[in-house]
T-cell receptor, first 113, second 117 residues
Framework: EAGVTQSPTHLIKTRGQQATLRCSPISGHTSVYWYQQALGLGLQFLLWYDEGEERNRGNFPPRFSGRQFPNYSSELNVNALELEDSALYLC????????????FGQGTRLTVV | AQKITQTQPGMFVQEKEAVTLDCTYDTSDPSYGLFWYKQPSSGEMIFLIYQGSYDQQNATEGRYSLNFQKARKSANLVISASQLGDSAMYFCAMRELGLQGAQKLVFGQGTRLTINP
């Protein structure tokens, strides 16, 4: 069974550009979570999508947004990129309720220059 | 608000020894879940083990076990017979149930474990 897949693995953008990161959940999982992990830091919660809707949002500016498609895959969009957006972005998927496990993808390393 | 604390920034252990990684948590929610993840240098977060707040038994998964002490609000990860491949960052996390059922995992700052041959 395929795990959570993220693309691209690496992404280099210049300041002010937009970045789009993609995530495909494990088959049967309807919830997708996005996290940001800046270098040397812990994971900061960004967004939670379930059944196509945004269910929860972390303390990030509106230029961080996303969506979930009917097949439960998800996109994270970061507009007006800033240097401090450079980080590893991790996506996790799970069943929606009573989360007893959440599996992560390998991450997208975004570098803003 | 819920909080996870990992007080050991780094640990060094000899191969084949057992190791305990500390995690304490703070929550007023009677129903919660605790997770441990391993993050090797590649960056992927690997799910290791889960403990529910109402589970009577400590969770175990192969060489991993979770020493759950509810009254002390601790959920330490025990790795038996450590191996060189266990060298990685380890994160403790708690499921936070917010408004209208909104869920997220709240992570600690992590412990970097190094296994020495």
């Amino acid at each position: 069974e395929a795990g959570v897949t993220q693309s691209p693995t690496h992404l280099i953008k210049t300041r002010g550009q937009q970045a789009t990161l993609r995530c495909s959940p494990i088959s049967g999982h309807t919830s997708v979570y996005w996290y940001q992990q800046a270098l040397g830091l812990g994971l900061q919660f960004l967004l939670w999508y379930d059944e196509g809707e945004e269910r929860n949002r972390g303390n990030f500016p509106p230029r961080f947004s996303g969506r979930q498609f009917p097949n439960y895959s998800s996109e994270l969009n970061v507009n007006a990129l800033e240097l401090e957006d450079s980080a590893l972005y991790l996506c996790a998927s799970s069943f929606p309720s009573g989360v007893t496990e959440a599996f992560f993808g390998q991450g997208t390393r975004l570098t803003v220059v | 608000a819920q909080k996870i604390t990992q007080t050991q920034p780094g640990m060094f252990v000899q191969e084949k020894e057992a190791v305990t990684l500390d995690c304490t948590y703070d929550t007023s929610d009677p129903s919660y879940g605790l997770f441990w993840y391993k993050q090797p240098s590649s960056g992927e977060m690997i799910f290791l083990i889960y403990q529910g707040s109402y589970d009577q038994q400590n969770a175990t998964e192969g060489r991993y076990s979770l020493n759950f002490q509810k009254a002390r609000k601790s959920a330490n990860l025990v790795i038996s017979a450590s191996q060189l491949g266990d060298s990685a960052m380890y994160f403790c996390a708690m499921r936070e149930l917010g408004l209208q059922g909104a869920q997220k995992l709240v992570f600690g700052q992590g412990t970097r474990l190094t296994i020495n041959p």
